[in-house]
């Protein structure tokens, strides 16, 4: 498993394991061990994670089955996020949907998280959408502390566009460390606005989240699903690929962006594929054959 560098002091496996739909594998507590040990064994040492996932039960989940093999901890780095507050059974004082990255509501939060994963420290936390209503400042004084009480070690962001990156570096004496953000051969939308340019000026690897486009590509009849399942076919078959997510992980992994995608899914199996994806060469032709499946039109 290929290792990317994201600060001096850390590094993340080239693939990611995301446990967004953790709650929905209806695992017991030994099966969710086994499936973090599987990912161990296999090289995937990063884990992904935000506070909302299950609607606030997921870290648990996994915090619950981490206190079987604690020494396992030392193993892996976390990924979690904070910012957005969600209505839920779990939080009833909320109203609604709505974003708070205020100093209170972060560290409350990274508390929070911190219990959850049964964990003393997150490797890297992230805000996980930028808020319209954030005060830069703010939210580095929420950082800094964290970063000297040890509980976060580094921080980032997750789907940031430019100005919203660069208000928040300007305001940190330390660089963001990532930007986790949409992207698959199916949402070029980070792609085409110039996100993932800024990590390449940046010097940081993007996390890929949806790198199948949450499932989707296998079975939605609109055009453009159509279109590049077709063109995914047909590359697979070239490349002696097993199967068209093997296609998308690599279209990802061929990019010179270090892109890191988040595997979605629960399953060992898909998992290795992700995996295994990690030998597939894709060349120019195909590379742009793919993108031009999904725009609907070649490049200018
Ligand atoms: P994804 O890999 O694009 O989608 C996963 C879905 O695809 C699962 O439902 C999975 O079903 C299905 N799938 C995978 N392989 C398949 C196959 N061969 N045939 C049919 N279905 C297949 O990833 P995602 O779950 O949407 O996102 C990955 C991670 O990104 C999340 O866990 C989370 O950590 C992160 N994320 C972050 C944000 C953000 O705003 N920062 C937003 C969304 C997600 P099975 O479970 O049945 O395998």
Known sequence: MERITISKDLSFSRIIHGLWRLSEWNQSKEETLSLIQYNLAQGITTFDHADIYGSYTCEDIFGDALSLAPSLREKMEIVTKCG??????????????????SKKHILSSVEQSLKNL???????????RPDPFMNGEEVAEAFTQLKEEGKVLHFGVSNFKDHQWNMLQSHLPYPLVTNQIELSAYNLENIEDGTLNLCQENRIAPMAWSPLAGGNIFTSQDDKAVRLRTTLEKIQGEIGAEGIDSVLYAWLLNHPASIMPIV?????????????SQSLTLNHDQWFEILHSSMGHEVP
Do not use: E, F
């Open 264 to 276: 979605g899914s629960g399953k060992k199996d898909r998992i290795q594929t992700a995996i295994d």
């Open 118 to 128: 049964r964990t003393d420290y997150i490797d890297v936390l992230l805000i996980h």
């Open 84 to 101: 957005i507050v969600l209505p839920s059974p779990n939080r009833p004082q909320h109203r609604t949907h709505h974003y708070n990255t």
